[in-house]
């Protein structure tokens, strides 16, 4: 039978954790894949780690070591490309998937023509692979409801672990590098993923579906700690939002600079506090985890004020009290 996944990793310094999410996929119930790992020139020893971990557990992989650093959007479209498998799915190096993520989706996805990608939900654990609190449950779970999505013109929030037609991804643009400001922050590094399935949820008009399965199948390493760096995330969300709208009207889409640039100071104060809302949520669950209840829950309260909508939405995305089926 010929292989018809590459599973890619895209590293960088994870000597921490890559082994064990190696062992994982020697762990998967459907072993019948390409493994491509590309490093994105790692300065600690994850690549010494990859080949020990292959010295002991004998199997195909090609490892890439890039000579200079690039970010996860370029690498992970750099690997798009040099696949050769008709469909492929992401693992992040320091992600634990479980036995049967690729044999669950890649059942689903090659019994119906009209799915171009299937995900699944994903529930949140610590360093040491316990399991926390917590998930991505986020995603349509049936093509009727992908469809109202798709032509609403809603961006499509997928969790990494999505096994995706690579050739339909490829058609779309892949991984969006070009028409962003040079230097940092890199903003072509953030939301990438979002970026793309959007884009892939225009085939929609040709009856491409995405979907989710509604089962944990994957873990997600979740760090703990303070942040003040939602803002770079949540302006390039809108910037997915203003194009998959645009696109929807017949208009051209806008580069991230043109965007940028066209932000009107209101706009840009609004985004600000979205930012504020997201630090300000992810700061109070630190301390309230903590025992600073007082300074948590103050925070929580100006997350609030800030954007009221905004814990709301996570509750939906993250707690899994709401799953849609």
């Not at 689903?108 to 939900?121: K, M, P, Y």
């Not at 840009?268 to 985890?289: E, H, I, P, Q, T």
Request: charged fraction near 30%; include cysteine.
């Amino acid at each position: 039978m010929s292989i018809d996944i590459t599973v890619a990793i895209c590293m960088y310094n994870a000597e921490q954790y890559i082994e064990e999410t190696l062992e994982c996929l020697k762990s998967q119930t459907m072993q019948d894949f390409d493994l491509l790992i590309v490093d994105d020139c790692s300065t600690d020893g994850s690549v010494e780690c990859v080949e020990r971990f292959f010295a002991q557990h004998s199997r195909q992989y090609e490892l890439v070591r890039q000579p200079e650093n690039h970010g996860i959007a370029y690498e992970r479209n750099f690997a798009l490309h040099k696949a050769r498998t008709k469909y492929m799915v992401f693992v992040d190096a320091d992600d634990f998937p479980l036995p049967q993520l690729l044999e669950k989706e890649y059942a689903s996805i090659r019994c119906d023509q009209e799915l171009t990608a299937v995900s699944s939900w994903s529930q949140f654990a610590d360093a040491n692979c316990s399991r926390m609190r917590g998930g991505l449950f986020i995603g349509d779970t049936t093509k009727e409801g992908f469809r109202k999505r798709a032509a609403a013109g809603k961006r499509i929030f997928l969790p990494i672990q999505t096994l995706f037609v690579r050739e339909d991804a490829i058609r779309v643009g892949g991984f969006r590098l070009d028409g962003f400001p040079e230097g940092k922050p890199r903003y072509r590094d953030f939301c990438e993923d979002l970026d793309l399935w959007t884009r892939m949820s225009d085939l929609y008009v040709e009856g491409k579906c995405i979907i989710v399965l509604p089962e944990v199948l994957y873990l997600y390493r979740k760090t703990d700690g303070l942040s003040s760096n939602h803002f770079n995330m949540i302006i390039k969300m809108e910037y997915v939002k203003v194009n998959v709208r645009r696109r929807r009207k017949g208009l051209h889409e806008l580069t991230f600079v043109e965007y940028y640039d066209s932000l009107k100071p209101e706009e840009l104060a609004r985004l600000k506090k979205d930012s504020c809302a997201a630090d300000s949520l992810r700061n109070g669950v630190f301390y309230m985890r903590d025992g600073k209840l007082l300074k948590g829950l103050r925070l929580i309260v100006k997350s609030v004020w800030n954007n009221p909508t905004y814990i709301f939405d996570k509750l939906i995305a993250n707690s899994g009290l709401l799953k849609r089926k």
